[in-house]
């Protein structure tokens, strides 16, 4: 990673720069911008828009990014979301139409701004990389352009909160995360004395989210909502989509390249939940000089050849041993010139009563009821606090599932999104089934390569679930997560069904075995014929990092736990962020979450 410290302007860092809605709502901002730009020269504009306080919450992110920005002549403005940071209100959910709104009023009130030249781009990770997507939906005319990172197009199906209609644990988890992030105050330094009277509306406001999100267990109106899969052609900005494999967030590249029909490109490497300059697993890219050839042309104009970029631009991991952490992944990097890519074949494999893999139909019965603690070796369904968060060796929830195998005779390159499709016959009138697709080594050493998750009262509708009927035979097909990924001749694939999923998934209300009676695995198969990098990318750069002094590290902690005596089985996730001194305006901030799942 590069620190570059030499732009062609000069910039500067204002803290506190107010927003004044139509309604009367004070949003502050953060701007980083040329020092032209208050002496009558226009520039375009980047904005980021979340409810993470800016003043320390994703400072050390900022700091590594928008000067680097506004150093080649952008206007970029971290604008803390109505109720959160320094700004006025109070937040009601996530996406809410008033934070859509707020967010099209905010690109209105740039483009009146003196140093505006009327173009405007929007930038985001997660949340802020969810509502570039929306808010490009709602056709402001000034946005030009938007860079989404580890983002869904659709709230149900790709989200923290229902996976395969089966609830989420991090539906809680994070739940309780975003309660604590909006309940922090604002900054006395920037809102004066009445920070305190700001805290307190916002702390009697200040919604319980899980309980609103768990009001709408089906796929409904109210998820349709902020869910551009829903209306695909409002989105006209130019987009530009980044994933990371070891995100929860792949998905999206690959349904936006497929369904966009504005300009769209998509970067996936084997990042977790982080902007990919600064990311792990290694290899980081030069993400900002990739991001800054986006902007040039579609906000300045330029000529930057961007249209000509591959559609997908994809890390095809080699195969690793399992780990709970990576801090690199070997492989290379791929590029079709088209999403989907006509090179992709699909290769089938039949299950059968051998537990194996094979290419002849078969007919057998298996019973499958996996104990309920099957999912201890699952990692974090979001894996981004650089901790011990990514699946673990196997082995251990293989042996609590049906697992169908085959010795590969060559390497096998996936690329794309593997399908399942089972014939089974429910034991009860509910259930859920896991698909996990294993790397096997020789050792008998299992990596997960993806996998996908479905509860079987959905296996028709996600918007109208329907209760099983014991006994009574179904077909049901499970997409996994797209991947990019490459086994080794002599090692095995293996397919691992399991009707449980803890602590990740919610369980059944009761035990809920099926009988296994066939199965069908696609997968997406990319040619072998390119072992080296097919794409380069620049290294990383960044701008000066913040000025911040270490006063505690961070740690992270997560271990599973057996009661002998009962039975209880617990997992345990403490994770101390570390408490740091920010050096420019004295905010000394740290953090600690712990979790407790209990089976």
Request: glycine residues 8%.
């Amino acid at each position: 990673m590069q620190i570059k410290t030499d732009f062609p302007h000069e910039t500067l860092d204002i803290p506190d720069m107010s927003i004044v809605l139509p309604d009367g709502c004070r949003l502050s901002a953060r701007a980083f911008m040329p020092k032209g730009a208050t002496q009558g020269h226009p520039f375009p504009a980047i904005l980021e828009f979340l409810p993470y306080r800016k003043r320390d919450g994703t400072a050390v992110r900022d700091a590594l990014t928008h000067p680097y920005f506004a150093g080649h002549g952008y206007v970029c403005l971290r604008v803390d979301m109505r109720g959160n940071g320094d700004s006025d209100g109070l937040m009601a959910d996530e996406y809410s139409p008033q934070e859509l709104q707020d967010a099209f009023d905010v690109i209105a009130w740039i483009t009146d701004q003196p140093w505006s030249n009327g173009a405007v781009g929007m930038m985001g990770i997660s949340w802020g990389g969810f509502n570039a997507l929306q808010v490009a939906a709602l056709e402001p005319k000034a946005l030009k352009a938007i860079i989404t990172l580890c983002s869904t197009v659709d709230r149900y199906h790709d989200d923290i909160h229902f996976k395969g209609g089966c609830l989420l644990n991090e539906n809680l988890g994070w739940g309780a995360t975003m309660w604590s992030y909006s309940s922090r105050p604002p900054d006395p330094a920037l809102v004066g004395n009445s920070w305190r009277k700001m805290w307190l509306e916002r702390l009697k406001a200040n919604p319980f989210l899980p309980e609103l999100w768990l009001h709408h267990q089906r796929r409904d109106a109210y998820w349709k909502h902020g869910s551009v899969v829903e209306n695909y052609a409002s989105i006209k900005a130019a987009t530009l989509a980044v994933g990371g494999w070891g995100d929860a967030y792949k998905n999206a590249v690959p349904a936006l390249l497929e369904s966009l029909s504005a300009p769209v490109k998509g970067i996936i490497g084997p990042w977790v939940h982080k902007y990919p300059h600064f990311a792990v697993p290694e290899p980081r890219i030069g993400f900002l000089q990739e991001a800054l050839r986006w902007w040039d042309r579609w906000l300045l104009g330029k000529q930057t050849d961007v249209e000509n970029d591959p559609d997908l631009r994809a890390y095809m991991m080699d195969g690793v041993r399992p780990a709970a952490w990576y801090e690199q992944r070997p492989g290379h990097w791929a590029s079709e010139r088209t999403w989907p890519s006509t090179d992709i074949s699909h290769v089938s494999y039949h299950l059968n009563g051998a537990q194996k893999l094979g290419h002849e139909v078969e007919k057998f019965e298996q019973l499958i009821s996996s104990p309920a603690h099957c999912g201890g070796a699952s990692g974090e369904y979001c894996a981004i606090w650089l901790g011990p968060e990514m699946p673990n060796d196997q082995r251990s929830d293989d042996a609590m599932s049906a697992c169908f195998d085959t010795v590969l005779d060559a390497d096998f390159a996936l690329l794309g999104a593997p399908k399942l499709r089972l014939s089974l016959v429910p034991q009860t009138d509910c259930g859920q089934i896991i698909v996990r697709l294993n790397h096997v080594h020789p050792d008998g050493a299992s990596t997960r390569v993806t996998y996908g998750v479905l509860n079987l009262t959905h296996h028709l509708s996600h918007a109208q679930p329907s209760a099983l009927v014991p006994g009574q035979a179904i077909e049901v097909e499970l997409t996994l997560d797209h991947i990019g990924y490459r086994l080794p001749k002599g090692h095995r694939l293996r397919v691992a069904i399991s009707t449980a999923y803890w602590p990740l998934l919610w369980p059944t209300p009761k035990a809920a075995p099926v009988v296994l009676t066939a199965g069908t695995l696609t997968l997406p198969k990319r040619p072998l014929t390119k072992h080296s990098d097919e794409w380069h990318f620049e290294p990383a750069e960044t701008s000066t990092p913040l000025k911040a002094t270490q006063i505690k590290p961070a740690h992270h902690i997560r271990r599973n736990e057996v009661d002998q005596r009962t039975g209880l089985v617990s997992l345990i996730i403490e994770d101390d962020f570390g408490t740091s001194h920010i050096d420019d305006h004295g905010l000394i901030s740290g953090s600690t979450a712990r979790e407790r799942w209990d089976i």
